[in-house]
């Protein structure tokens, strides 16, 4: 069964939406999109699919989250008076606790019975928990979830803004999740652009087109592919061999003509 997002580019890339109970990845670099297109995710759950929503975070205090929304048109605080939504502003340390036996978290999920969570960001985990834990706790929280039957959001840092060097994650979830969707900046003719694409989906196909995108008004706005261009994750796109063989020829053409 199928989790749609509600931006619906990006459930058609999905072929529907998200796998429900999965575990998705959300990566990229600062100022990609992230947090837009998670609370997006939450926040048309509330609104559109009668699936309520919890968001937690390690990084923003609420007042910064409900004002970051409300430029979008979305009305957290009112989504929250009306038990949709839940907005957690918390520490790792409180969410390395989730898994266990009477935790907050778990009481929040009941009251407002949630189908969808946001953990934003995961890579906030690495700074308080050794290394050589950091895999099997990751492990526990996301069987934690999946037990839940929440359809989960990880957003997660990636350190590459441009270059040809492409790293997910640095812990090892991406062997652990179901699906990763990347976010990407990449440079075209002298202008940043955004990219983004389905890297995996475990057990359903889906859209392997790297697609532009927007953050607009209403929120994450996903275009066209970047179908005339080749090497656009290396941060170092060039014209594909055919766009360029096409551009000649129209070229030689003209001139015989004239």
């Not at 949630?114 to 099997?136: C, M, Q, T, W, Y």
């Not at 706790?137 to 959001?153: G, P, V």
């Amino acid at each position: 069964m199928r989790v749609p997002t509600g931006i619906s580019e990006l459930d058609a890339m999905l072929h529907g939406g998200l796998m429900r109970g999965d575990v998705t990845l959300l990566v990229g670099c600062a100022g990609t999109g992230k947090t837009t297109l998670a609370l997006q995710y939450l926040v048309n759950g509330a609104t559109k699919f009668h699936e309520n929503g919890l968001y937690i975070t390690f990084e923003e205090m609420p007042a910064q989250i409900y004002r970051d929304a409300a430029s979008f048109g979305w009305d957290i605080r009112k989504l929250e008076a009306e038990g949709k939504l839940r907005v957690v502003c918390t520490s790792p340390p409180v969410l390395v606790q989730f898994v266990e036996q009477r935790n907050p978290i778990d009481a929040i999920i009941s009251e407002i019975n949630a189908k969808r969570i946001v953990i934003d960001s995961i890579s906030h985990l690495e700074n308080f928990i050794p290394a050589s834990e950091l895999r099997g706790e990751l492990y526990r929280l996301i069987n934690h979830l999946k037990m839940k039957e929440l359809t989960s959001i990880f957003t997660a840092e990636s350190h590459e803004v441009l270059g040809n060097q492409l790293v997910v994650t640095g812990v090892g979830l991406s062997f652990l999740v179901d699906c990763i969707i990347l976010l990407r900046i990449v440079e075209i003719q002298s202008n940043l652009k955004k990219a983004l694409t389905v890297l995996k989906i475990r057990g359903s196909d889906h859209d392997k087109q790297l697609r532009e995108f927007e953050i607009t008004p209403q929120g994450i706005k996903i275009a066209a592919p970047f179908a005339q261009y080749e090497g656009v994750l290396t941060g170092a796109p060039r014209r594909s061999f055919t766009e360029e063989a096409g551009r000649a020829w129209a070229e030689a053409f003209v001139r015989k003509r004239r």
